[in-house]
């Protein structure tokens, strides 16, 4: 499945952004496109709206496609021209012409990019799978450079992401077969195993996926705790995170 905008009837909600503001947008109707302006000689991007961000991770090693055309004839290019920014505005980018794409001109063309960690696929910076994917976790931007020259005028269509989610019962859903499910360590659950099973907490305290399970610790008196804070559910009248004191109305030595 995709995540699309294919401005048939307005701009679907995306908006212009320059390096430092927000940019007007307008919807090309004979284009079926929307369309931004360069009117400072700074480069401006296409924002994608709130369905291409968040969650991602299934959009790993998948393509973001769309169809792009300029008014003028592209006179540089950049390696931030395809942008997509994660949590704590952490960044992975990458050039217009990466993975053998055209340069932008005056004729619409097609382009794709497929979202993967390996160098061949030129997304910068060069980062591990598990940190890519760290990114994709929580994207909180996409942007693709709409303008490349001075008073350029940018037209952006047939945007599509590949990505993946539960198919609800009824349907005949098609196996999403470029998603990994992995065979987790002991202590981990979960598709990407960014979970912890039960009996295990994060090492740090809402440390988050990419943080260590290890073996909650509640004294002998719980064998399970939350997950995410490590809080005990205790027994035998015990209580406190660890289960390391007697319950309140109760006496006598928890360890």
Known sequence: ???????????????????????????????????????????????????????????YNQDLVFTLKVAKHVTNQDVKDIIIVGADRQELSTS????????????SQTYRFRIHADPYYGWYPR???????????????????????FKDIGYLSNVHLGTAGVAPSATNPKLATWIEHCECLPGFVGQFCESCESGFRRETKFGGPFNRCIKCDCHNHSTSCEAESGSCICEHNTAGDTCERCARGYYGDAL
Do not use: C, H
């Not at 499945?1 to 919807?27: C, E, H, P, Y």
């Not at 217009?96 to 004729?107: C, H, K, M, R, W």
């Open 127 to 149: 980062i591990n799978e598990l940190d890519f994917i760290g990114i994709l976790s929580n994207i909180t931007a996409i942007k693709i450079r709409g303008t490349y020259s």
């Open 96 to 107: 217009i012409t990466a993975q053998g794409n055209p340069f932008p001109n005056t004729e």
């Open 1 to 59: 499945m995709n995540v699309s905008s294919i401005f048939d009837q307005d701009k679907q909600k995306w908006t212009g952004q320059n390096r430092v503001a927000l940019q007007d947008t307008q919807w090309a109707e004979l284009d079926k496109a929307v369309a931004v302006s360069d009117t400072d000689n700074s480069p401006v991007y296409f924002v994608a709206p709130e369905q291409f961000i968040g969650d991602q991770r299934s959009s």
